[in-house]
């Protein structure tokens, strides 16, 4: 099966500058993720997706932050304007299950590593 | 507040010998902890899991092993391959969804042929 597919693999953008980041989940997986990986850190949760639904989105920082995820399946995470402190590896994954199965494996996208200068 | 913590951040164990990786977890609604192995340039990808209903739980050559009175688990690799140098991530959640999984910071494992 095809893996988690994310674009781009890297971008480097000024502050201020608006930047989109992609994923297409696995086949058949209704649960969608984004993560937000810092230099040394683990992954930390920014959004969760049940099809279309945001069911868990407490950290994002919505002021700046926006995701969205159309027909339940690809999702778009957006972020307008970047700031220095928002350099990371972004990272989408998925799982096949529905509402509250935090319990299923999740599976990762190779993520895309954002430079903000 | 870290509510996972591994320690170590690095480790280097000659190939062949016993890896281990510790974790800690101060959370008491965490019943269901995984691990994930990371390559450079690469997304996490899941190793082996462990809810609180055992204390162990093997997988080949990684065996998973839950403390539950200490909030530990470690991770045994045997033996260790040049191929498991990777960052390793523990991971806890429950069972019952209301808790997004929750990361420590990794363990850079170095296998020395």
């Known amino acids: 099966e095809a893996g988690v597919v994310q674009s781009p693999r890297y971008k480097i953008i000024e502050k201020k500058q608006p930047v989109a980041f992609w994923c297409n989940p696995i086949s058949g997986h209704n649960t969608l993720y984004w993560y937000r990986q810092n230099l040394g850190q683990g992954p930390e949760l920014l959004i969760r997706?049940?099809?279309?639904?945001?069911?868990?989105d407490s950290q994002l920082p919505k002021d700046r932050f926006s995701a969205e995820r159309l027909k339940g399946v690809d999702s778009t995470l957006k972020i307008q304007p970047a700031e220095l402190g928002d350099s990371a590896v972004y990272l989408c994954?998925?799982?096949?299950?529905?509402?509250?199965?935090?319990?299923?494996?999740?599976?990762f996208g190779n993520g895309t590593r954002l430079t903000v200068t | 507040d870290q509510q996972v913590k591994q320690n170590s951040p690095s480790l280097s164990v000659q190939e062949g010998r016993i890896s281990i990786l510790n974790c800690d977890y101060t959370n008491s609604m965490f019943d269901y902890f995984l691990w994930y192995k990371k390559y450079p340039a690469e997304g996490p990808t899941f190793l082996i899991s462990?809810?609180?209903?055992?204390d162990k739980n093997e997988d080949g050559r990684f065996t998973v092993f839950l403390n539950k009175s200490a909030k530990h688990l470690s991770l045994h690799i045997v033996p260790s391959q040049p191929g498991d140098s990777a960052v390793y991530f523990c991971a806890a959640t429950d069972l019952s969804g209301n808790t997004p999984l929750v990361f420590g910071k990794g363990t850079r494992l170095s296998v020395i042929a």
């Open positions: 462990i809810s609180s209903i055992k």
């Open positions: 994954a998925s799982s096949p299950s529905g509402t509250g199965l935090y319990n299923s494996p999740l599976h």
């Open positions: 997706y049940e099809n279309e639904e945001a069911v868990d």
